[in-house]
């Protein structure tokens, strides 16, 4: 990131490629200084884009390589900066990467572009461009040209016609352009999986960042009909691709590898080798997969029982356990078996499990809903999440979207308002359930005493504790700000009949609450009155005053399911996360 310029990632040239590059762009297009931009805009900062570095890569046998530059920035905030680095670059063709986030922010600054420089080709690509490129290419006169699909050669072979004059436009890889009478939408060709450029081991990645994305194959084999990925073709990355990969990546400290490949069970064979091999890295470089539950191998789980704590994080999306449904989506899914893995994922308590559930499915009506959400709930992932159905351009579920009587959002992200069996009213609730998810479960702040609470008092169904809460507190739980003090203060107010008569329960919320802070003015007065008895130990060299907490067999069995080193029943003082800044949190057994 450029000093000067927090707002903006430098426009980084790609790699120089010999000198004398650049003469020849011109020798042969006629216009010196001949530019080329490639502009993401993301959601976050916790990545660079491995897709600009891929198209970037794939031009590298290019008299045009040294010419392109790559533009990084946020969405969210004021592209004006951006848009001065562009003009001073005076490109001749821009290619911005879109996503369901960045559409309308991409073609406003598509529009601007155009205005201020009338010859500059402006190039659309990514999963939301393409399904709707005769649509964008239709409303949007400054875009030239969309691109649908895997974007390497159909990027390259672009710069070669508009640079070098070579070429045809009806000969490349996905592209959507203007034909004499209509947009006219050519075929996809892809490219063999060893003809794919490797960014990270060419060195073209910004690997400064906490995550780093990465790719050992592309394309899935499944046929999922609401997904964006369906229909693309499964190849693998050479083995000897990989490993030049990772040797960059082993000279990493304190990195999340966030794998992008679609399902990572790609044989028995092939799997657990990468497995053992990403289990081997160094300590600081941690693997987030994505998983098919039902595919995991026995080998595959001894693996992630032998690696060390923390080195892998499994995303695994299960959508719905409603079998009917998960046909109806063309979603292969043994219920069963899934289920057994992510148990035995969860009950290692060693690599955190994110679990994906989407309400507003085909055929999937309120209960049906509750139903997964209640029985996903009892395996007590470590993230739940709980989206609301997206009908992505392109995808088969859109295509039928009207015949099923969906109604949705006609603007990205193109959420499902309501479908006949599930009313705009009824989806508006798991959206609060989601919500509650997030604040009380994701965030950690009540994960000990929701497991006591939701089997003890709502019979396992965290849908029903759900709608207790909302109830009692109303809907300022779901919507206000609410710092953690305060939360907690709610909830204490919330559990009020059910800690009088169970002492359990009571012991897991004052253990939730040390988990994350000492006793100040702010603590709602049940928890202070609980952590009144303190001690003073010495913690990392100093003295500390910390609240004690006693805790009993069936406590710490709960406790327990979260550690990997189990803790015994007896007292205990604890050093709190906000204390910590990023270590776990320290608990010291205080003799009685
Ligand atoms: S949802 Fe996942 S498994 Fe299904 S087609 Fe898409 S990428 Fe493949």
New binding site residues.
Partial sequence: MSAQNPGILAPAATDCEPVGAADLIQATTGQPGSKIALVALHAGYSHSSLALKSLAAHCRDQPFYPSIHCFETLVNISHQRLLEQLLALEPRVVGFSTYLWNIDATLGLAARLRRLLPECRIVLGGPEAGPRGEELLGDHPELDYVVDGEGEAAWRDLLRLLLLRQGKPGRISGLIWRGPSRPVRNPQTLLPAEALPAPIALGLMDLDKPLVYWETSRG?????S?????DEQLRAFPLERIEADLRVLEGLQDKVVKLLD??FHLGRERTVRLLERFAATPVGLRFHL?L?PDRISPEAMAVFRQAPPGKFQFEI?LQSLNQPVLDAIN?RMDIPKALANIRELVAMARHPVHLDLIVGLPGEDEAHCRDSLDRVFRLHPGHLQLGTLKLLPGTPLRAQAQQLGYRWDPRPPYEVLSHPLLGFQQIARFKRYAVLLERLWNSGYLVATLSRLVPACYQDRVSACWDDLLATQGEGIVWDKLQPDTLYERVCDFLQPWLARDALLGQLLLWDYSQFSLVTRKTPPWIAAGLCHQKTLVVDGSRRRLPLLSLSEAAVALINRRRITPLEAGRYAVWPRQRQRGRPVRVIPVPD
Wanted: aromatic fraction near 12%.
């Fill in positions: 899935c084999p499944y046929r999922c609401f997904c964006g990925s369906a679609r399902s994505e098919n999306d979603r």
